[in-house]
């Protein structure tokens, strides 16, 4: 049974010493592998205290506490110009694992229609990104979530498209465009990065027009930056990406990735296959059926659409956020 909000009230007080919970509500998101509340206290301070439902969930929370406090000591020496959910205090479960309480980062969710083109909101989350992008690898390596090289990623990739074949589910003519692009070497000539995994609007928090606080990082690895950019293509106006794209390249200090853009399409494209396989490994056939139905609608965009625009104006929106945790 989920755990009610003064239970998780309740949890937060023992994870804060001298926490005074004057008030308790659910977040507008409160996602599925956590029990989430924010607890607001007698000074009107507000704290978000997050308890996993399963054993992975906290397995994936203990995680995500290493990687935070890397990511902290980025924010506070200047190297992340947003803010991070980094616990402040835990609580014992009595099942086991820990609840952690963070102070609520001030910001509401991004809402990609406010996305304009030019130095503003576009310019802070191009910026944000590259900024993640440049952290050095072992702040990921030190709190042991996953690292891949780019024959690694490319490989996983591989596997993905070959399972989502077996279901015999995938448009051939859309299977011959992805094995194409996973055989061109060139293609996956990348330095991997530190990414966040699953980057979405939900995950973003903005104030006064520009990136407050990135959310939810449990998914982060060192892997593609491509990756953490497929969104953008996918749902932003593409005069909006255009400024996004140039701020983050602007703020990065590789040289210019040739592919990045053409990776991250491709990775949007394999998200209605990650879509597809969790129906499947699910047995949900409502899943499926939306899945099948979006790989058809790309089939037959792709056939008829230049590659640069596939994932504007009448393209499928794959559902990256529900299937990023099952990549």
């Not at 890397?70 to 402040?88: C, K, N, Y």
């Not at 990414?195 to 990136?211: A, F, P, Q």
């Not at 593409?238 to 040739?258: F, G, V």
């Amino acid at each position: 049974m989920p755990r009610s909000p003064l239970a998780l009230a309740a949890l937060a007080t023992v994870a804060v010493p001298g926490l005074d919970a004057f008030d308790v509500r659910r977040p507008a998101h409160p996602g599925t592998d956590f029990d989430i509340a924010v607890v607001v206290d007698a000074a009107r301070g507000r704290w978000v205290v997050r308890a996993p439902v399963h054993a992975a969930a906290g397995a994936a929370l203990e995680a995500e506490v290493e990687l935070l406090a890397g990511l902290d000591r980025a924010v506070h020496d200047g190297t992340l110009p947003f803010a991070v959910p980094a616990p402040v205090g835990f609580a014992h479960l009595p099942e086991g694992g820990r609840a952690a309480v963070h102070a609520e980062i001030p910001g509401h969710t991004l809402d990609v229609a406010d996305l304009e083109p030019g130095p503003g909101l576009c310019a802070s989350l191009g910026r944000a990104i590259a900024a993640v992008h440049e952290l050095p690898t072992n702040v990921v390596e030190n709190a042991g979530l996953p690292v891949y090289d780019a024959g690694e990623y490319r490989q996983r990739r591989q596997a993905e498209v070959d399972e989502a074949a077996r279901t015999g589910k995938v448009p051939p003519t859309l299977l011959r465009r992805w094995e194409e692009r996973l055989e061109d070497v060139a293609l996956w000539r990348f330095r991997p990065t530190v990414v966040h995994g699953d980057l979405t609007n939900e995950r973003i928090l903005v104030r006064g027009g520009e990136v407050s606080g990135i959310l939810h990082w449990g998914d982060a690895s060192v892997a593609d930056p491509a990756d953490d950019l497929s969104w953008l293509l996918v749902a932003a106006p593409p005069d909006a990406a255009d400024s996004i794209l140039e701020a983050y390249q602007l703020r990065r200090t590789e040289l210019l990735d040739p592919h990045l853009t053409e990776r991250a399409l491709l990775a949007g494209e394999l998200a209605l296959a990650r879509w597809l396989l969790y129906g499947v490994r699910a047995g949900n056939e409502d899943v499926v059926a939306d899945a099948v139905a979006m790989l058809e609608d790309l089939d037959e965009h792709t056939r008829t659409t230049p590659a640069e625009n596939i994932w504007h104006d009448e393209a499928p929106t794959a559902p990256v956020a529900a299937v990023s945790s099952y990549a």
